[in-house]
């Protein structure tokens, strides 16, 4: 049998592709562009921006999500340098093959204790804990539906379609909408709702109880991502479900050490059994490389001083209180939703990316624009996450910044109550 011969002319140009893939982003004001930013130790919120140039500038991160300033704290960092020191940098393998050490079965005893669950299981990101875990439940439960909140994160969307199984949207937050759901489906049939505790884009927070109640009466598994809450509320950390008392109604915690806890990876909280099918199901917790001991350790410890840091919370809540307060005085359109997350509606891309640029490289203030397809076309923002660290002059520069650029850009601003 003859090969075939292709035509010169008829050969795909792979590379003109990329560049109107990439072009489009750039007409369209979506073009994301990586800020080397370089933290130095202690000195959190302030970084160093390495400019294009070659040149360093002196910045304030206003959008990271090392919420309380644990990826700083003397506590974490002493744990990382002894494990270190102990053991070396890497694990050496996955957790099925030399790479479960004593400091992993440590973490997850504390994130055991922290959701009050019978188990834990440490992933290498939160992300890849929802994709796994979500991808996995049909594996355990043959005829598995679920039923997703429509503002799912993406590792979620990524896990509920990977699975395979049946699978209903309910619009966000909206119960009536889930009950007509579950109601149309097999009253046999095994399902699980999924949902978030704290949407990061809005920072509106899920309807935890009432979702609970639905589940109990059409006999429903819950599944709840805290990724944005660890570490913030509850107690002593335990998210919004031990906040407001309803963790032991939870079968499923997803939760993440990139944030609150200032470190890395992500982890399931949840019964013995549940835990011990998902990791020998999981193919995306079998096949790869286990976190190093040292980020275990790290993880560890501030999980632990966080179970009684509560002074800490308050006072980021305090701190997030008072930033909303200044913004909303100045008219700017923000979501208050009583969360920890400030977003600031722009409302087009173009002139979201300019503010980031012109706060980055005229005040010395590092805030990422927040572009479709993070957030639908419309609603492009800005959004702050202010920790304890900030100072009041770091929020005076903010402030006067944004009042500044919205007068600039020519941007509308909310009418002022009373």
Known sequence: MGAFIVAKETLVDYTAKLDVALDRLHDEGRYRTFIDIERKRGKFPHAVWNRPDGTEQDVTVWCGNDYLGMGQHPVVLKAMREALDATGAGSGGTRNISGTTVYHKRLEAELADLHGKGAALVFTSAYVANDATLSTLPKLFPGLIIYSDALNHASMIEGVRRNGGAKRIFRHNDM???????????????????????????????????????????????????????????????????????????????????????????????????????????????????????????????????????????????????????????????????????????????HTKSISDMLLENYGIYAQPINYPTVPRGTERLRFTPSPLHGGKDMDTLV????????HCALNRAELAG
């Open 176 to 350: 009536d909408h889930l009950r007509e759901l579950l109601a149309a489906d097999d009253p046999d049939a095994p399902k699980v709702i999924a949902f978030e505790s704290v949407y990061s884009m809005d920072g509106d927070f899920g309807l935890i109880k009432e979702i609970c109640d639905l589940a109990d009466e059409f006999n429903a598994l819950t599944y709840l991502d805290e990724v944005h809450a660890v570490g913030m509320y509850g107690p002593r950390g335990g998210g919004v479900s031990e906040r407001d008392g309803l963790a032991d109604r939870i079968d499923i915690i997803n939760g993440t050490l990139g944030k609150a806890y200032g470190v890395m990876g992500g982890y399931i909280a949840a019964s013995d059994k549940m835990c011990d099918a998902v990791r020998s199901y999981a193919p995306g917790f079998i096949f790869t490389t286990s976190i190093a001991p040292a980020v275990a350790a790290g993880a560890a410890a501030s999980v632990a001083y966080l179970k009684t840091a509560q002074s800490l919370r308050d006072e980021h809540q305090e701190q997030a209180r008072i930033l909303k307060m200044r913004l909303k005085m100045m008219g700017l359109p923000i979501l208050d939703h009583g969360s920890h997350i400030i977003p600031v509606m722009v409302g087009d891309p173009v």
């Open 400 to 407: 006067q910044a944004m009042d500044q650029l919205w007068a």
